[in-house]
């Protein structure tokens, strides 16, 4: 499977510009993209784009590296109305944070979902594949993740991170996939979710590929995402939440139907969020 040019472990660049075989790094090859069990990362394997620490074993609120301070968290319900959604209409929690350096150079944004035990409508179960964030037009990027199996009070194992993607498009995986998405013959910019392998590059977007449910239909259940890090350049300007700024997205690699939810997150500053 192709790693593409920057597999390394820690934080990771992303493409930054369009110039590219494929807008995604590989970051655990391990897994099928959930399709079965994944092998977590660790001090000497299967640790591209991972990052670990002591004090990130304590507690999640710690940066992911040294000379970082936490600044401010953000939790939403991410909420599927009915008919579609069920008793409980809140089906996840999402956690969005922001550390800062000193120097007011750089910030990195981190993303968390914990699903919960509330079935749809049609007594199945949200599953989401991929988590996509805007705001990084004209930054150069890099992304890393933290993989930590949460205690038995809280759920489920954390699954790890797949790939990520300087591009707004998600693309359905399968074991015959064994390529990064490709740009060529890509679909439009603003496609939410591809059947094809094939994804373009978008500057503004980061997706971060997972698969997570509260109980999964292809019977490997992961309750929590790991924490998906955005690095990018920064002043001491805080980011602001804004609607739309992260998509979940089912891409219907279990069977289930294709979907998208938009629920609001943290952008930077001088950050848009196409209205796609």
Excluded at 46 to 59: F, G, I, Y
Aim: proline letters at 7%.
């Amino acid at each position: 499977m192709s790693t593409g040019v920057n597999a390394e472990k820690g934080f990771v660049a992303l493409p930054n510009a369009a110039n590219v075989q494929s807008a995604y790094i590989l970051c655990n090859p391990t897994g099928d993209y959930g399709l079965s069990a994944s092998t977590v990362p660790n001090e000497d394997s299967r640790n591209t784009c991972a990052v670990s620490s002591e004090d990130l074993l304590k507690s999640p609120t710690y940066a992911p590296i040294d000379g970082f301070r936490l600044v401010g968290i953000m939790v939403s319900d991410v909420e599927i109305p009915k008919p579609e959604g069920g008793d409980r209409p809140d089906v996840a929690v999402l956690t969005d944070a922001i550390w800062r350096n000193k120097e007011n150079t750089e910030c990195i944004l981190g993303a968390h979902l914990q699903m919960k035990d509330a079935p749809l409508a049609n007594g199945k179960y949200l599953e989401v594949n991929d988590i996509a964030r805007a705001g990084f037009a004209g930054k150069k990027i890099s992304v890393a993740y933290f993989h930590k199996q949460p205690h038995a009070d809280i759920g489920g194992n954390a699954e790890v991170l797949f790939r990520a993607g300087r591009t707004f498009t998600s693309v359905k995986t399968t074991p015959l996939n064994t390529q990064l998405p490709s740009v060529k013959d890509a679909p439009a910019a603003n496609t939410a979710i591809s059947e094809r392998n094939t994804a373009s590059f978008s500057e503004n977007w980061v997706d971060f590929t997972t698969d997570v449910s509260f109980k999964d239909a292809d019977g490997v259940t992961r309750e929590h995402s790991s924490i998906f890090y955005t690095k990018y350049p920064c002043d001491a300007q805080d980011p602001v939440p804004k609607s739309g700024a992260i998509r979940l997205r089912t891409t219907g690699q279990s069977g289930l139907e294709p979907k998208e939810i938009s629920v609001s997150g943290l952008v930077p500053v001088e950050g848009t969020v196409d209205k796609f």
